[in-house]
């Protein structure tokens, strides 16, 4: 009995220490900087477990911190939260100025990397975080920035190839088609004979004919004759003579 009591601590242990090195920014760092004291209590610990979820899969800390007033300096929160360049952090900055909420994100490390500009916006402007942030739902608002911004330090929440080929893929298809067939037609009627009106623009009126010649060829033959023959031998035959013998 003592020796399956000592392999259930044992592996409590272990369990114990897998899990604080799974999740460093839960072991004894700070999540949530509620100022505002936006969040209840039960929130806030459904946040920092929620946090610590999506940490496990992007290996980034995330920091949650409300404030009041006008923006302050990026130094500033970086330094409340203790943020470092070493590793890969994001910091989500939610203020509430003259009745408007604003927030505003940070990232560090290797999220500074792994996140582009085209996916802070797509995270900044998603209506689950934009809508709800502006109405007062700061709660919801934050949990989809997280899962959001956990997706894109893996890289999953960036658009697969195939839509960005396809519009491109038909835009190409639609021009060649359109070339095609303006080749084409062209084609055609360079082929196709002009229809004319033979009948109604090329009608005969002969009034007057004239045969005029152009040209002449004249073929001259020389004929030898014999120069001692004594002429012709007549006679009264009717009908033409004999001419000379050879």
Do not use: W
């Amino acid at each position: 009995m003592k020796t399956i009591v000592r392999i259930i601590a044992t592996l409590a242990m272990i369990f114990a220490c897998l899990l604080t090195v799974a999740i460093p920014s839960l072991a004894g760092e700070r999540v949530i900087y509620d100022e505002l004291g936006i969040f209840t209590e039960e929130q806030e610990r459904e946040l920092i477990s929620y946090i610590s979820d999506e940490q496990t899969d992007s290996s980034t800390k995330f920091t949650i911190v409300t404030d009041s007033g006008p923006l302050m300096l990026e130094e500033y929160y970086r330094e409340l939260v203790g943020a470092s360049y070493n590793r890969s952090e994001i910091i989500l900055v939610v203020r509430k100025y003259r009745g408007v909420y604003y927030y505003d994100m940070y990232t560090y490390g290797d999220a500074n990397y792994e996140i582009d500009e085209d996916e802070i916006n797509r995270i900044l402007d998603h209506s689950d975080v934009f809508d709800n942030i502006k109405s007062g739902k700061v709660y919801d608002g934050v949990k989809s920035f997280v899962t959001l911004s956990a997706k894109a330090s893996t890289g999953t929440l960036r658009a697969p190839f195939y839509t960005y080929l396809l519009p491109c893929a038909g835009i190409a298809l639609l021009i060649v088609s359109v070339t095609v067939v303006i080749i084409i037609s062209r084609y055609k009627t360079k082929l196709k004979s002009p229809s004319y009106p033979l009948d109604r623009y090329a009608r005969l009126n002969l009034t007057h004919s004239n045969d005029m010649l152009v040209d002449t060829v004249v073929t001259r033959v020389k004929i030898n004759t014999s120069s001692h023959s004594g002429g012709r031998s007549g006679g009264g035959r009717s009908g033409g003579g004999h001419r000379g013998g050879r």
